[in-house]
């Protein structure tokens, strides 16, 4: 079995490390980055396991992945590993 990993808090490229730089951007930038290499690592995997917690982390990275994931027509997997997430998922489902 061959595993391709994903980091979700990918550094950022040379050229865009102003962005870090960004208040409250970065978190986002991330996100985008990441979304970005995620899918072009997708056609590679017929299962995507995201590691997941609650949150906006969730929102950020979980979302996501699991979003590109399903279009991309993959299984997905997701280890949920959230203090409240009995809490979480009446609110979000």
């Not at 990275?61 to 279009?71: D, K, M, N, R």
Request: net charge positive; charged share 20%; with cysteine.
């Amino acid at each position: 079995m061959q595993v391709v990993f994903s980091p979700s808090n990918p550094a950022f490229p040379r050229r865009l490390h102003f962005l870090e730089r960004v208040r409250g951007g970065r978190p986002i930038f991330r996100s985008i980055l990441f979304a970005w290499r995620l899918w072009k690592t997708l056609p590679e995997a017929d299962v995507v396991h995201v590691m997941a917690c609650s949150w906006l982390y969730f929102f950020v990275v979980v979302y996501p992945a699991v979003w590109l994931s399903h279009l991309a027509g993959k299984r997905i997997v997701v280890n949920y590993r959230g203090g409240e997430a009995e809490r979480f998922f009446r609110w979000f489902g």
